[in-house]
């Protein structure tokens, strides 16, 4: 979580020799300078991305515990304290179909989610202990009776805990980037995670990713295409925007959309339809592209 100073619109070193006009100074998009060769896949989504102008440094806000007063009995856990197999059942005592959010950070995603699907569990998996109690702590403080956070590392759990073809949805979003070429590797995307995500899903389960690092988007779609075929291609994912949400049917104006970004508050309920996670939200706020796709897994590809 902690990219203060690396500053994700510090991508422009990655993007130098990008011939999409990107400019490694200010690492701004022009999609007007035409491309001096076909593009790439990734580039081509690339058209499908909120190109925007952004900024290099994004600050963090300090998180928030939650009230003392609040119980988390029903909304945290640790993993010592899950069972063995990780699903609906053995989690929420009933079969709805359960989606898993990795690395949920403040939570704004897998509350909103739950919210307005509570027809499915969320199941959100988030490493950093302070982050995964501030995620409980907005389930907790909306009642979600069909959402709760494990406070843990994703990859073994998904390895080891998580049934074959029993995830309706797996989420990623804005994962840490880790910049150094040496650190790469510890990229929560990586062909044994999406292997992994595969064989989880139902027949239908849909994977997302979005992120505001290209080079992390191009070559995690590169990587999906080569080690986990079975994919297919990916499907650009659509941001929220008011008019698509089923939350809020009022218009919602630039302005108090903006206004709301810049509190950091237990998101009211104007800023759903705009933004599905705090870094979607960041994003938005400073004007920073997303790249945004989906997966669907098709047994009949295998
Ligand atoms: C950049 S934040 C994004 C948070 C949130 N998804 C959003 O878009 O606002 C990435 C999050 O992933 C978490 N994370 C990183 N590696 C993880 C892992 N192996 N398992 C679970 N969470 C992880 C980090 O602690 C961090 O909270």
């Not at 022009?30 to 593009?39: A, Y």
């Not at 409980?136 to 009776?145: C, E, F, P, T, V």
């Not at 998580?162 to 995307?189: G, N, Q």
Request: glycine letters at 6%.
């Amino acid at each position: 979580m902690a990219r203060a100073g690396q500053g994700r619109g510090a991508t422009g070193t990655l993007a130098a020799d990008r011939p999409l006009g990107y400019d490694p100074r200010r690492v701004r998009i022009d999609l007007t300078t035409p491309p001096e060769r076909p593009l790439t896949r990734a580039e081509s989504f690339f058209a499908f991305a909120t190109c925007l102008s952004p900024i290099p440094f994004m600050s963090r806000r300090q998180l928030n515990r939650p009230s003392p007063t609040l119980s988390l009995d029903q909304h945290l856990r640790i993993t010592d304290q899950l069972p063995e197999r990780l699903t609906s059942e053995s989690l929420f005592g009933n079969t709805r179909p359960l989606e898993l959010e990795i690395g949920s950070g403040k939570g704004l995603f897998i509350d909103t989610a739950a919210g307005r699907r509570p027809e499915h569990n969320f199941l959100g998996i988030e490493i950093a202990h302070k982050y995964a109690t501030h995620a409980a702590g907005r389930l907790a403080k909306h009642d979600r009776d069909n959402a709760l956070m494990v406070a843990g590392d994703a990859e073994p759990l998904l390895q080891k805990a998580i049934p074959d073809d029993s995830l309706a949805a797996v989420h990623i979003y804005f994962p840490d980037p880790w910049w150094k070429k040496k650190h790469k590797k510890r990229r929560v995307i990586n062909p044994a995670s999406v292997a992994e995500i595969y064989r989880a899903l139902v027949d239908g389960g849909t994977f997302h990713f979005w992120t505001d690092v290209l080079e992390y988007f191009e070559s995690a779609i590169e990587m999906i295409a080569a080690e986990s075929p079975r994919f297919g291609p990916p499907i650009p994912d659509q941001p929220e925007t008011a008019a698509t949400s089923p939350v809020a049917k009022s218009a919602v104006t630039e302005s108090a959309v903006i206004a709301v970004a810049t509190e950091d508050a237990e998101s009211p309920a104007i800023a759903e339809p705009t933004y599905r996670t705090h870094f979607d939200r960041r994003s938005q706020l400073h004007q920073i592209p997303v790249y945004r796709v989906r997966y669907e897994k098709h047994s009949d590809r295998d």
